[in-house]
């Protein structure tokens, strides 16, 4: 059961005209720029795209990150250097659909050079409630969750298609590329099958938590999210959403409801308090907070125990 509350903007028509553009220009931007001997430059739009090109490129590419250490991605706003960055980079990888000024800066300054790792995935469609609500509201509607990058397998097809694309306009290391993407598809591949087996047997299949994030992962592992906020992380849930949430918690006995670093977690606690739930982190990954020495597999390791424990997985 999805429960649902507020629409993400990002995700509209426009941005699906974006994806468009991006693809039909995707096959005129295959010129090398390595063969001078130049390192690649790559602009990643957040930190799990970061990780993925950073494993992949290692030394032979330089990767800028748009969301800083610290800031929730989904509205981020970027600066005329940041745009500008987007304009001259051999490269910028994002997901369409999630991040509206990335989306338009893309379109405006990397036609030829954007690529939407999201495109061609199976993706989950979002909440009827959601486009209805957006409807009533005169927006457009959103066409798609984006959460991609927390389904392992998922996160190694997004690895795929950035280790392709590297390949294709850096022909002169692609030994490198290809080395280091089968390393980190092995990487995924294990945190994928500890995923499937930590998750096989558990107490409660309902997974409430405090944005909807984790739509992909639920299932891919079969959870079914419940979410307090919506698809985006500061949406403010209206009283009678939480009055809906903390029922479902009740009847139930939901024991354990997450929340995340990035974002406040008053509603969350809200609810717990009500109930006698317990409040436990489950990242995102949207970002890595300030200072972190994590990373994508790490936190993802880190988020298995949590849920094993809240879910009472054997
Ligand atoms: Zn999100």
Redesign the pocket.
């Known amino acids: 059961m999805f429960i649902q509350k507020r629409h993400l903007s990002a995700l509209s028509v426009l941005a699906l005209a974006t994806l468009a553009a991006t693809t039909l220009s995707a096959c005129s931007s295959t010129e090398s720029t390595a063969t001078t001997g130049k390192t690649l430059s790559v602009v990643t739009a957040f930190y799990p795209l970061q990780f993925a090109s950073e494993s992949i490129g290692g030394t032979k590419v330089e990767v800028t990150n748009l969301t800083p250490p610290g800031a929730e991605?989904?509205d981020i706003e970027l600066t005329p250097q940041q745009v500008a960055q987007i304009k001259e980079a051999d490269l910028v990888v994002y997901i369409g659909g999630?991040q509206a000024a990335v989306d338009d800066a893309v379109k405006q300054e990397a036609k030829d050079t954007g690529l939407d790792v999201g495109q061609g995935l199976t993706t989950l469609d979002p909440p009827p409630g959601e486009v209805a609500e957006a409807k009533a509201n005169k927006e457009e509607a959103p066409i798609a969750d984006?959460?991609i990058w927390l389904d392992p397998s998922l996160m190694a097809k997004i690895s795929d298609r950035i280790g392709a694309r590297f390949t294709q306009i850096d022909a002169a290391n692609s030994e490198t590329f290809k080395t280091n993407q089968a390393s980190l598809s092995k990487q995924l591949t294990e945190l994928n099958s500890e995923w499937a087996t930590g998750t096989k047997t558990c107490r409660s299949r309902d997974l409430v938590v405090s944005?909807?994030?984790f739509g992909y992962l639920g299932k891919a592992f079969d959870f079914t999210q419940v979410g307090i906020s919506g698809?985006?992380?500061d949406a403010e849930p209206s009283a009678a959403k939480i009055a809906e949430v903390t029922d479902f918690v009740r009847k139930n006995d939901v024991t354990t409801i997450y929340f995340e670093t990035l974002v406040d977690p008053k509603v969350a606690k809200t609810v717990a308090t009500e109930t006698g739930a317990k409040t436990v982190v489950l990242d995102?990954l949207?970002g890595l907070e300030e200072g972190s020495t994590q990373d994508y597999l790490s936190v993802m390791r880190t988020n298995l125990t949590a849920l094993q424990e809240g879910q009472g997985c054997k």
Do not use: D, I, Q
């Open positions: 991605p989904h999630f984006p959460h944005h909807e994030a698809l985006a992380p995102p949207e």
